[in-house]
Structure formats: structure tokens, C-alpha cells
């Protein structure tokens, strides 16, 4: 019994099936009834009858990009947004509003959030939308563009709640990619089209800066002292293979010697040191030793 009433469930409408559903759409022309129609005939009579003057009442003009949504006794009229440019009205029984189709931006406000790994920051985001069906932004939903900002207001703060703080910080595209796909999806049955979403900004506690900026200096300062390590360290082989260069070859140290001198006295320097071989003074410590041993036999 279970299977057959699970199988006899109708599967949820998809968000492009939501979309097309326009309250009031459906037979507009029929249900009206008769004293509709006959209000719908009094308002063409009077329209004819104070013709020309009418028209300065009735003939309304909406901007290229501007759709004017038209309710005839109170219902949805047929044909959809009216626009851009002249359409008519008729007088008492006709009222239009206008929906503007250009892009419109909004600043998500800074939302307090705890990330995954339990840690508390601020965020804060800009969408980008624009009216994409105005006929469903006016019958579908009271007002589509506050209900757009407190959706984007929710999805940031439930987004973000998911992620750890270092995915926040160095994934902001995906994240924003993210973002605008859900609203975009869950805002089309409004006939709102979410075109970009943006994270603007991540403010974090003064005590968590603070030990990050610690640790990232720790970090650099460990790096630090292990480049200076491996510099020491080639620079020491780089010196024991000039050693035993100059000690196949004596006359590269007499050369090495002229050549520091040379760099010396280019500087203007009016004291010169001549540094003294190490053997040269070693053979006289071994004759004072040898002295003093004859001395104490």
C-alpha cells in the first residue's frame, strides 16, 4: 500500500514549471461576468464620447525600458507587459503599474556569521538583479524587490555558515558563484533574475587579526632563517671549492690579493691593510718554542 501511494505522488514542479504559474492568468475574458462587461462597454462609450479629450486622460507612455502590468476590474489582463512606448486605458475600470527592467543593485548589510570552524566574523555582499517577467514580479509576489534582499540576506548568513574561515577568505568566486546560482534559481519564480553577486568584505574580531598577523609573522620569520641557512650553507661550499682551487694553484692567491687591493684604493681609502700569511707568522712562534725549550734544558 506504501508503494502505490508513493507511486501515485505527483513529482514536485520544477522552478521553470513555478515561474510560468501567473496568478489571475488564466481566463481573464470569462470571468469578468456580465456586469464586468458591460462596465468594460460604459468605459468605451465614455472614452468615444469625450474623444479628443480622452486621450489626454487614457493614452499612457512607458519607457523603453519600463513594462506596464494592466488590471481590468481587478484582474490580470491578457497579453502580457505592455511596452515600451503608447498603450490606452480605459477610464474607472482599468489601473497599471510600472515595473522598471534595468539592472538594480543592492548592498547586502554586514551579517554577523559563525563559520564552520566556530569562528565569528562579518560579511558583507552586492547583487546584481534585474526584472526579467514583470507580469510575474507584479502578480506573483507583493513586492518582488524586498523579497529578493531579504533572500539574498538569509542565503549569505547560510552559505557562509557552512564554510571554514580559511575557504571564506581564498574562495570568495566560488562562493559568490554559489551564491547568485541559488538566488537566481530560487527568485525566478518571482521574475527576478540574479545576473552577479559579489562578497564585498570580511571583517574579522580584533584579538583573531591580531594572532593571525602573529602566526603569519612567525611563519616568515621560520622561513626566513632557513633561507639564511641554505645560503650559508652553498656559500660555505662555494668558499671550500675556491680553498682548494688556490691550493692546486698559489699563484691565484697573490692574484686574489692584487685584485683586493685594486678594489681598495678605488675607493679613495688613505689606509691600506696588507694582511700577513698565517705560515709567515707561524714560522716565528715555532723558533720563540724552540728558544725556550733550549732555554729550560
Same mark, same amino acid.
Given at each position: 500500500?506504501?508503494?502505490?501511494?508513493?507511486?501515485?505522488?505527483?513529482?514536485?514542479?520544477?522552478?521553470?514549471?513555478?515561474?510560468?504559474?501567473?496568478?489571475? /492568468?488564466?481566463?481573464? +475574458?470569462?470571468?469578468?461576468?456580465?456586469?464586468?462587461?458591460?462596465?468594460?462597454?460604459?468605459?468605451?462609450?465614455?472614452?468615444?464620447?469625450?474623444?479628443?479629450?480622452?486621450?489626454?486622460?487614457?493614452?499612457? #507612455?512607458?519607457?523603453?525600458?519600463?513594462?506596464?502590468?494592466?488590471?481590468?476590474?481587478?484582474?490580470? !489582463?491578457?497579453?502580457?507587459?505592455?511596452?515600451?512606448?503608447?498603450?490606452?486605458?480605459?477610464?474607472?475600470?482599468?489601473?497599471?503599474?510600472?515595473?522598471?527592467?534595468?539592472?538594480?543593485?543592492?548592498? #547586502?548589510?554586514?551579517?554577523?556569521?559563525?563559520?564552520?570552524?566556530?569562528?565569528?566574523?562579518?560579511?558583507?555582499? &552586492? #547583487?546584481?538583479?534585474?526584472?526579467?517577467?514583470?507580469?510575474?514580479?507584479?502578480?506573483?509576489?507583493? %513586492?518582488?524587490? $524586498?523579497?529578493?534582499?531579504?533572500?539574498?540576506?538569509?542565503?549569505?548568513? %547560510? !552559505?557562509?555558515?557552512?564554510?571554514?574561515?580559511?575557504?571564506?577568505?581564498?574562495?570568495? *568566486?566560488?562562493?559568490?558563484? =554559489?551564491?547568485?546560482?541559488?538566488?537566481?534559481?530560487?527568485?525566478?519564480?518571482?521574475?527576478?533574475?540574479?545576473?552577479?553577486? +559579489? #562578497?564585498?568584505?570580511?571583517?574579522?574580531?580584533?584579538?583573531?587579526?591580531?594572532?593571525?598577523?602573529? *602566526?603569519? *609573522?612567525?611563519?616568515? *620569520?621560520?622561513?626566513?632563517? &632557513?633561507?639564511? /641557512?641554505?645560503?650559508?650553507?652553498?656559500?660555505?661550499?662555494?668558499?671550500? +671549492?675556491?680553498?682548494? &682551487?688556490?691550493?692546486?694553484?698559489?699563484?691565484?692567491?697573490?692574484?686574489?690579493?692584487?685584485?683586493?687591493?685594486?678594489?681598495? =684604493?678605488? +675607493?679613495? %681609502?688613505?689606509?691600506?691593510?696588507?694582511?700577513?700569511?698565517?705560515?709567515?707568522?707561524? $714560522?716565528?712562534?715555532?723558533?720563540?718554542?724552540?728558544?725556550?725549550?733550549?732555554?729550560?734544558?
Amino acid at each position: 500500500m506504501e508503494e502505490k501511494m508513493i507511486a501515485q505522488t505527483p513529482p514536485p514542479a520544477s522552478a521553470s514549471q513555478q515561474a510560468e504559474v501567473i496568478i489571475g /492568468a488564466s481566463n481573464n +475574458e470569462d470571468g469578468i461576468g456580465i456586469f464586468g462587461f458591460l462596465l468594460t462597454v460604459m468605459s468605451w462609450i465614455l472614452v468615444i464620447c469625450t474623444f479628443p479629450i480622452s486621450l489626454c486622460i487614457c493614452m499612457k #507612455v512607458v519607457q523603453e525600458y519600463e513594462r506596464a502590468v494592466i488590471f481590468r476590474l481587478g484582474r490580470l !489582463l491578457s497579453g502580457g507587459a505592455k511596452g515600451p512606448g503608447m498603450f490606452l486605458t480605459l477610464p474607472c475600470i482599468e489601473t497599471y503599474t510600472k515595473v522598471d527592467l534595468r539592472t538594480l543593485t543592492f548592498d #547586502v548589510p554586514p551579517q554577523e556569521i559563525l563559520t564552520k570552524d566556530s569562528v565569528t566574523a562579518s560579511v558583507d555582499a &552586492v #547583487v546584481y538583479y534585474r526584472v526579467s517577467n514583470a507580469t510575474i514580479s507584479v502578480a506573483n509576489v507583493e %513586492n518582488a524587490h $524586498h523579497s529578493t534582499r531579504l533572500l539574498a540576506q538569509t542565503t549569505l548568513r %547560510n !552559505l557562509l555558515g557552512t564554510r571554514n574561515l580559511h575557504e571564506i577568505l581564498a574562495d570568495r *568566486e566560488n562562493i559568490s558563484n =554559489s551564491m547568485q546560482a541559488y538566488l537566481d534559481q530560487a527568485t525566478s519564480s518571482w521574475g527576478i533574475q540574479v545576473e552577479r553577486v +559579489e #562578497v564585498k568584505d570580511v571583517r574579522l574580531p580584533i584579538q583573531l587579526q591580531r594572532a593571525m598577523a602573529a *602566526e603569519a *609573522e612567525a611563519a616568515r *620569520e621560520a622561513r626566513a632563517k &632557513v633561507i639564511a /641557512a641554505e645560503g650559508e650553507h652553498k656559500a660555505s661550499r662555494a668558499l671550500k +671549492e675556491a680553498a682548494e &682551487v688556490m691550493n692546486e694553484c698559489p699563484a691565484a692567491l697573490q692574484l686574489r690579493y692584487l685584485q683586493t687591493l685594486n678594489t681598495i =684604493s678605488a +675607493e679613495k %681609502n688613505s689606509t691600506i691593510i696588507f694582511p700577513l700569511p698565517i705560515d709567515f707568522l707561524q $714560522h716565528f712562534v715555532d723558533r720563540s718554542s724552540n728558544s725556550q725549550q733550549q732555554r729550560a734544558a
